[in-house]
């Protein structure tokens, strides 16, 4: 989905089913927010989604791991 544009549906479908107590789901969003990670600026702003937004879903998960603490160590602001 991520690839044909659909960035915004592809995460709230994953967002909707999302179980924080198990590692598997934990690992797909996090591989989810990895993939965008590597995608242009560009390609990000023409479907209407941004780097901020990539940092912000995976300072969410920190945060909902127990890990926000320490989430300022690896993810910073551009």
Do not use: C, W
């Not at 479908?13 to 924080?20: A, G, P, Q, V, W």
């Not at 479907?47 to 890990?67: C, N, P």
């Amino acid at each position: 989905m991520i690839d044909r544009g659909q960035i915004n549906e592809a995460e709230n479908r994953i967002l909707e089913n999302m179980d924080y107590s198990r590692k598997e789901d934990i690992e797909a969003l996090l591989r989810f927010y990895e993939y965008l990670s590597r995608k242009e600026d560009s390609f990000l702003e023409a479907h209407d989604y941004s780097m901020e937004e990539v940092l912000d879903g995976l300072k969410q998960i920190a945060d909902r791991t127990g890990f926000g603490s320490i989430s300022s160590l690896f993810i910073t602001n551009p």
